[in-house]
């Protein structure tokens, strides 16, 4: 058992560690968040970024894994605001989540949800999260993937504690 005391929730976000596909992603969960869950403004704000970078068809699948970790969510998830230059453990665990889809690792990613996610909403966003994953990779945006410990078949290894706070 962990002690929650000394796991940090917050990690200052290294852009010498993280690729721009990684910080790409982070600011795309920021913004669908900030821009009320993926209201028409916030999407058109997205569709313009991706298109940007040839990823048009990534806001798609963006907006049904971020509606499907929405309701599907079994406590709040901390998101930070879009220019907050830490990261929550939360928004970290999403994109090594992508990271892992992409890199088609034999980790069970919708477990990997379940840090945050009801079982049924970890199902509904897996399909999602793994469609994301392929068109960034596709697209030539790779995310950087950790070493940590993750969850594997049969079996789990714990990730962190989750911040239930939102800011």
Not at 28 to 40: F, N, Q, T
Not at 63 to 90: E, F, K, Y
Request: charged share 20%; hydrophobic share 45%; with cysteine.
């Amino acid at each position: 058992m962990h002690d929650t005391a000394t796991i940090p929730t917050s990690h200052s976000f290294d852009a010498d560690i993280h690729s721009f596909a990684d910080q790409f992603v982070l600011w795309s969960i920021r913004k669908w968040v900030a821009g009320h869950r993926g209201s028409p403004t916030a999407l058109a704000l997205l569709e313009s970024a991706y298109a940007r970078t040839r990823t048009a068809d990534a806001v798609i699948h963006l907006n049904a894994l971020m509606r499907a970790i929405t309701a599907g969510a079994s406590r709040r998830i901390a998101v930070h605001a879009p220019c907050c230059p830490a990261i929550s453990t939360d928004e970290l665990l999403m994109i090594d989540a992508v990271a892992l889809a992409q890199a088609e690792m034999k980790v069970d990613v919708a477990f990997l949800l379940r840090r945050f996610l009801t079982a049924a909403g970890a199902r509904a966003a897996a399909d999602p999260l793994r469609t994301l994953a392929r068109t960034l990779r596709d697209s030539g945006l790779r995310l950087t993937v950790r070493s940590a410990p993750f969850p594997v078949a049969g079996g789990s290894v714990p990730y962190g504690t989750e911040s239930t706070s939102l800011h």
